[in-house]
């Protein structure tokens, strides 16, 4: 069955240094994958979305690799400061079929940077 | 341009009740989406619709709920006889093509008493 797995639960870092997370994903040929930030309280947010031809994405601090083969993405934030600190999802959707559109979330992984 | 609007944004309701949840998508977007987040888990995928159509309707339970985005006025997720279950952050998202990011509104937060 399709399942989305990112790495940690909760990660701690200290500011200034780069935050990195991971989403690995089964049984899924995505068209694309997208990171969301969720802050207690709200809706996510999005953040970058990379298509499966694409190998890395760059929006100013942040950064997302895509690896197919790897069946994985990972999520950058250098320079991390506290304002960073949320819950951080990574999302795909399927090509193919009828379902465009439809998103399946892991379960995220909450980041704190420390001042 | 005003984002994702939902409401109400807390709703609270006895069991047996019935919850009508609203979304009004960004100006421009004609595709709808609807999400759940359970406490402690991560967001799950309900319904999908364009305007006056369900696209995939493959994530919401079979019975008890609804969705629909008529031509005029916002997308509605009803839920009929409410159970303590239900209780969860109901979350709205746009998009102006289904291939394209997704905006979500705030939420509206659902207690089953």
């Known amino acids: 069955s399709q399942k989305i797995e990112q790495n940690s639960e909760a990660l701690n870092i200290q500011e200034g240094k780069t935050a990195t997370l991971t989403c690995n994903y089964t049984?899924?040929?995505?068209?694309?994958l997208q990171w969301y930030r969720q802050d207690p309280g709200r809706g996510p947010v999005f953040l970058l979305l990379?298509?499966?031809?694409?190998k890395e994405k760059r929006k100013e601090r942040l950064k997302v690799t895509f690896d197919t083969t790897l069946k994985q993405s990972l999520f950058h934030i250098t320079a991390s400061q506290p304002a960073d600190s949320a819950t951080y999802l990574c999302?795909?959707?399927?090509?193919?079929?009828?379902?465009?559109?439809?998103?399946?979330f892991g379960q995220g992984t909450i980041l704190t940077v420390h001042p | 341009n005003a984002g994702v609007m939902q409401n109400p944004r807390h709703l609270v309701r006895r069991r047996g009740q019935e919850a009508r949840l609203r979304c009004s998508p960004m100006?421009?977007?004609?595709?709808v989406y609807w999400y759940r987040q359970l406490p402690e888990e991560g967001l799950k995928f309900m319904v999908y619709?364009?305007?006056?159509?369900?696209?995939?309707e493959s994530g919401m339970p079979k019975e008890r709920f609804s969705a629909e985005f008529p031509k005029e006025g916002p997308s509605i997720l009803r839920i009929q006889q409410v159970v303590r279950g239900d209780s969860a952050a109901y979350f709205c998202?746009?998009?102006?093509?289904?291939?394209?990011?997704?905006?979500f509104g705030p939420g509206t937060r659902l207690l089953v008493l």
């Open positions: 998202a746009s998009s102006p093509d289904a291939e394209e990011t997704q905006y």
């Open positions: 049984n899924y040929s995505p068209a694309y």
């Open positions: 990379i298509r499966e031809n694409e």
């Open positions: 999302a795909l959707d399927s090509a193919g079929g009828t379902s465009y559109g439809k998103l399946t």
């Open positions: 100006k421009g977007h004609s595709h």
């Open positions: 619709l364009q305007k006056e159509n369900i696209i995939d």
